[in-house]
């Protein structure tokens, strides 16, 4: 089942989301459908707020469906170290059309549970590491725009507001 993505306004993207417990085929049903919901998207990953579900869990698959040894699923995700710095242009599904050059650690590791609740770490530099801190954020209620300068940041929400005045976003 492919979810409608919330965008950039909903309470729920910028809330804390509370930690998954159960794992079970409930569970797995919800990762099917993020994966589902991702990839008609065309996203790299995706965050359960971003269909309404404030529970901290998220996919990624920086391949975009191209190699299915690439699809990760990570519950309860900890950043639990981080390398140097890398500067590249990001977006976000919940925030259609804006994208900025974002600054984000160049590698990072982080400490989850899989979709049977087995505990994993994982390491990923570019990309990867993009993707394991633009999700792991989702799920603290943060968005890439709050590591953007004051200026962007405050330009975007201007646009967004237009948009939604218009009735358009
Ligand atoms: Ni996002």
Request: aromatic share 6%; hydrophobic share 40%.
């Amino acid at each position: 089942m492919i979810y409608p993505i919330v965008k950039y306004g909903q309470e729920v993207l910028e809330k804390p989301a509370g930690p998954v417990t159960e794992f079970d085929g409930e569970l797995k049903k919800l990762v099917t459908d993020m994966f589902e919901t991702m990839y008609a998207a065309n996203g790299v990953g995706l965050a359960a707020p971003q269909i309404g579900i404030a529970k901290r869990l998220c996919v990624i698959d920086i391949t975009s469906g191209q190699d299915p040894n690439a699809r990760l699923v990570l519950a309860n995700p900890v950043i639990i170290s981080v390398e140097e710095e890398q500067v590249q242009e990001e977006g976000c599904l919940s925030l259609p059309d804006f994208r900025a050059k974002t600054p984000r650690p160049l590698r990072a590791t982080v400490r989850a549970q899989d979709v049977t609740g087995q505990e994993i770490t994982l390491s990923g530099e570019g990309l990867l590491a993009r993707a394991f801190c633009h999700e792991t954020d989702h799920l603290n209620g943060m968005l890439f725009i709050s590591h953007l300068t004051h200026l962007k940041r405050e330009s975007i929400k201007r646009k967004i507001r237009k948009m939604a005045k218009a009735g358009e976003w």
